[in-house]
């Protein structure tokens, strides 16, 4: 008896240290998400829109992964902002950003107008995902990219673009 309390409180702790060290995924509006891409003069962004459904965006996702551990420390970031349901966060969102031990920031985008929202990202977005947006306002620079990518792609593509 004393070694399966032991073996329980082992797994107790694992868990609230996995809690603990748990990225917190915030529910943002596309304003907000604006506000915060505008706020970064400095700073090159990368945002890629997906969802936990979605079977190519979660094969890119290592290279996004990489990409920001690759540049960490740097005037670069990597935001991933997922486009399932709000009421999803708890269920499926923070399980599966768990699971996969996401270290790049986390968004949830609760909007419920494509039509409105969408073309406020890119003209050029039909809709599709995953899709991934590049911006540095220093360098003038904002270029929309609908499609995923392989690996090496995106790396190509931050240089062929000068970020």
Not at 58 to 76: A, D, M, T, V
Not at 150 to 156: C, F, K, P, T, Y
Request: glycine letters at 4%; one cysteine or more.
């Amino acid at each position: 008896m004393p070694q399966i309390k032991s073996a329980f409180s082992a797994f107790l702790l694992l868990f609230a240290i996995q809690a603990a060290y748990a990225q917190k995924v915030p529910i943002v509006r596309l304003d907000q998400l604006e506000s915060r891409l505008n706020a970064g003069k400095d700073t090159t962004y990368v945002v890629n829109f997906w969802a936990t459904w979605c079977g190519p965006c979660i094969k890119e996702l290592p290279y996004f992964e990489q990409l920001g551990s690759n540049r960490e420390g740097s005037k670069f970031r990597v935001l991933l902002v997922t486009l399932d349901f709000a009421e999803n966060l708890e269920s499926k969102v923070l399980p599966f950003v768990s699971k996969n031990q996401i270290k790049n920031e986390v968004l949830l985008l609760d909007e419920s107008n494509p039509n409105k929202w969408i073309p406020r990202v890119s003209d050029k977005w039909s809709g599709a995902i995953p899709a991934t947006l590049f911006i540095n306002s220093e360098k003038n620079t904002r270029h929309f990219y609908e499609g995923s990518f392989e690996e090496g792609e995106l790396e190509s593509l931050l240089e062929e673009l000068g970020l």
